[in-house]
């Protein structure tokens, strides 16, 4: 429900969340210290909290009204798992206890062999482990038949190894704040406090009625239209970016604002984005763990509220062909409460060394691990978006805009001296203020842009989790950072002037890793042939992409800052390959499917009406034209072709190994679905209307 008269959004934030006030107020004092020792500063958690925290937790969510409780955790399939238990047992004289002991809140076993595993565990091997993230608040999840206590959880394996998304987040943000903590300290920072990484993901999704959605089994089973002809009106006139939310979806908004808001989810900006039916959320900067969960939890209330509204939300990266697909643009930056962002230039950047030291580690980590970064987003779904004139190119470039561009080209020449200033901007309309302008404009074509006081990484997918671009950031710029730290270390001890040594690495670092910053048209082909010129990777799919998971270079990096070992990195690469497959594979299907029992049926069927009303025409002596049965009986021959071809694709042999399987739903099954869906959507345009089988894009797009 939306916010009442009577409540205001403060009022309602963080109500069901088991915040650092509810445990200020609910634990003993040393317990708190304790706890808040591990959140704020990195200490390790001391398990004899564990029974106190468990006790209030417990009494305050069965205060909540909770029943159940649930260690929830973020498993490889890159959705959200959890098990429910109830707090109450019984007792020997036939009553129940709620009861909840801090060894129950640390660590819970689910089954470790029925998710994504790479190879980690055998289906004999069904151990696994999750254990309690105390640096991510739990929070009551309400049911209108029962709230259930949510305990935020890494899952390993018994063997230790990571098989999901949150324990290589946090081992890679604890890798990247100790070299972080190792610059400050050169500048002067001795108590520098723990620094973590911080991310504010933008959401973009489409929400459409209901009814259509369950009328197409593509949406319904894929996430995607797999059929669909382009409609009269798209996004041509730009009028929906912007424009003024329908009633309907504001009134869905307000809805998922009150209950993030509830969650401690700090949910900011909202308006429609470029297609039609199309819509962004923004929340406001948090912790990476943290926002990282609350990503996962966004999503899962948006898919629940939409239906309370008769609406489905869609998040798949390309769900309509023809128009813009949908990202999740993950804002990057480092620092803590203290310090604040240290990606923040000031008012005259060519004076902050500290800030151009951390902003030239970005440069040399986006650099040298391009390839890393480009898989980090690499998926079946996401390979519809990426390269098109609506999402960054497959190369990984930076935008520095012009006013950081042109300290960094000073660097490289010797020396910066100065840096382009604000200005204004007098409209010409005297009850209008004059406006401040920036020094530098935006870039909506770069993978990764500087917007002022953090990075914004353009690619990854409106459907995956942002744990693992986070994951890649964080462990690059450990590297990049730990580099940084050991030159100027090195430096200083041998005598070099401290100032000194900051201006050689910045322009050893400009003048390496340069070819890395692009401040112009990434949707360009001049860019495409200047990027390969300067030695940029070009990964234009997952299958491209995704060996660099498993090169030397990466599988150094990842083992040296204790963020995967090489078993990890190789059942990361392989769950790459079996999604990938499946995903096309499920497609695949699917348009057999749909075009065999759906299309080709409402196509023959049509053109038997036509071909008899032709018949009775020409039986009663009148000339009738036959150009109709022509247009229907071309593309329905082709369909019928293309069907077959699908069909032996499906039936053919793969091979043995994930890889085979990914490169023959590349090379086999994804031609033959096109060439499918091509015959279909002429079809579209020309069946008649109260034949077509299903939901048009000009009703899916347009209706809400």
Known sequence: MSFTNTETPGQVFGANVFSKDVMQRRLPKSVYKSVMATIEHGAPLNPIVADAVASAMKDWALEKGATHYAHVFYPLTGLTAEKHDSFLEPVSDGSALAEFAGKTLIQGEPDASSFPNGGLRNTFE??????????????????????????????????????????????????????????????????????????????????????????????????????????????????????????????????????????????????????????????????????????????????????????????????FDGVNGSGKHVNFSLGNADLGS??????????????????????????????????????????????????????????????????????????????????????????????????????????????????????????????????????????????????????VAAGTDFDTAVQNLLTEIITTHGAVVFNGDGYSEKWQLEAAERGLPNLRTTLDALPELISEPAMELFEKYKVFNHREMHSRYEIGLEQYALTIEVEARLTLEIGSTLILPAAVRYQTEVAGNLGALKAAGVEADVSTLAEVTGPLTDLRGALATLKAALAADPGETALAEAEHAREALLPAMAAVRSAADLLEGVVADDLWPLPTYQEMLFIL
């Open 342 to 491: 240290l990606l923040v230039p000031g008012d005259t950047p060519h004076d902050n060394a500290q800030f151009l030291v951390f902003c030239a580690a970005v440069i040399r980590a986006v650099h040298k691990y391009a390839g890393l970064l480009r898989a980090s987003v690499a998926s079946a779904t996401n390979d519809h978006r990426l390269g098109a004139n609506e999402a960054p190119p497959a190369i990984i470039s930076i935008f520095l805009g012009d006013q950081l561009a042109d300290v960094f080209e000073q660097i490289a020449k010797g020396a910066a001296t100065s840096s382009k200033g604000k200005g204004v901007m007098h409209i010409g309309v005297d009850t209008l203020p004059v406006l401040p302008t920036d020094p530098g404009d935006r870039n909506r074509t770069s993978p990764f842009a500087f917007t002022g006081n953090r990075f914004e990484f353009r690619a990854p997918g409106s459907m995956q989790t942002v744990a693992g671009p986070m994951v890649m950031i964080n462990t690059i710029m450990a590297e990049a950072l730990d580099h940084c730290a050991t030159e100027l270390e090195t430096a």
């Open 126 to 319: 069904a151990r696994g482990y999750t254990g309690w993230d105390v640096t991510s608040p739990a929070y009551v999840l309400e049911n209108p038949n029962g709230n259930t206590l949510c305990i935020p959880t890494v899952f390993v394996s018994m063997t230790g190894e990571a098989l999901d998304h949150k324990t290589p987040l946090l081992r890679s943000q604890q890798a990247m704040g100790v070299q972080a903590e190792r610059i400050l300290t050169l500048f002067g920072h001795d108590d520098a406090g723990h620094i973590v990484s911080f991310c504010g993901p933008e959401q973009e999704y489409f929400l459409i009625d209901r009814h259509f959605f369950l009328a197409r089994p593509d949406l319904l089973n894929s996430g995607r239209t797999l059929f669909g002809a382009k409609p009269p009106k798209g996004q041509e006139f730009d009028d929906h970016y912007f424009g003024a939310i329908p009633e309907r979806v504001l009134g869905f908004m307000m809805d998922t604002e009150r209950e993030l808001f509830k969650l401690g989810i700090p949910a900011k900006t909202r308006h429609n984005e470029v297609a039609p039916g199309q819509f962004e959320v923004a929340p406001m900067f948090e912790r990476g763990n943290v926002a990282s969960d609350h990503q996962q939890l966004l999503m899962t209330t948006f898919k629940t509220i939409a239906k309370k509204h008769g609406m489905e939300c869609l998040f798949h990266e390309k769900p």
